[in-house]
């Protein structure tokens, strides 16, 4: 009965710190006390690897995740829990207060900068245009696409490559969004789309699993910017994404931001060498 009585005790204590941090704690720390309390962050994800994967027996990784997780942990937050989420609703999820964080490989663009508050560079790549073999329509461009008018582009809903295609001029009818990778590959093996885009490593790594010889990767994606993603916080969280900021530039110093990033296919300088306030100022 001793030991429970204790453990009431610590646990009335522990309950009291949470109010207290929640109700008069700095708006500053709050947020971080509250994730500590919490025992976990709830990240958004997309489960398309090697940014972001959940195997079968649901263990979250990928280089987004893997990086979040450990900077939590020095955080002193122990885990983080993931759901699965689309681009487009990705945001609106964070804003609605479903995830505390999103660590999926969200390209910082600046209309998404506005919406959130995004960590310094973690994950940095080209785009890429799976189609047959052989190129059969010659794509190198997302204004190619947008010229030959029976050609159709699959891309995610809400994602980086179904704005680049639009802004291209591909019409909305041509754009079809997909709602996963294996999706894209079928549907383009059955000849209902053209081309299906998505970030270089993510293309690569589908077309590795895919294993299919009619398979072609057209990369980079002529005219398309390289970019980089960040953790995305909630516009109110600064503190918390400030403090996951000082942990994230100790594993750039260290080298161990590379040693969680590079084994998935991505550049540790590629994110060093550029910032948030580039990327969310770029056109
Ligand atoms: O940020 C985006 O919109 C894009 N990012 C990734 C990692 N995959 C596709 C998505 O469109």
Known sequence: MKKLGILAGVAGLAL??????????????????????????????????????????GKV?????????EIFKRLGVADIVASISEYGAMIPGLQAGRFDVVTAGLFMKPERCAAVAYSEPVLCDAEAMLVKKGNPKGFKSYEDVAKDATATIGAPGGGTEEKLALNAGVPRERVIVVPDGQSGVKMLQDGRIDAYSLPVLSINDLVKKAADPNLEVIAPVQGAPVYCDGAAFKKGDEALRDAFDVELAKLKKSGEFAKIIE???FSAAAAMSTTRDKLCAAK
């Not at 280089?63 to 997780?69: H, L, Q």
């Open 16 to 57: 009291t710190a949470v109010l207290a941090a929640s109700s008069v704690g700095s708006a500053d720390d709050s947020k971080l006390e509250q994730l500590k309390a919490q025992g976990f962050a709830r990240v958004a994800i997309a489960n398309e690897p090697p940014y972001t994967a959940v195997a079968a027996d």
């Open 61 to 69: 990784s990928g280089a987004a995740p893997d990086v979040a997780r």
């Open 263 to 265: 084994p998935y296919g």
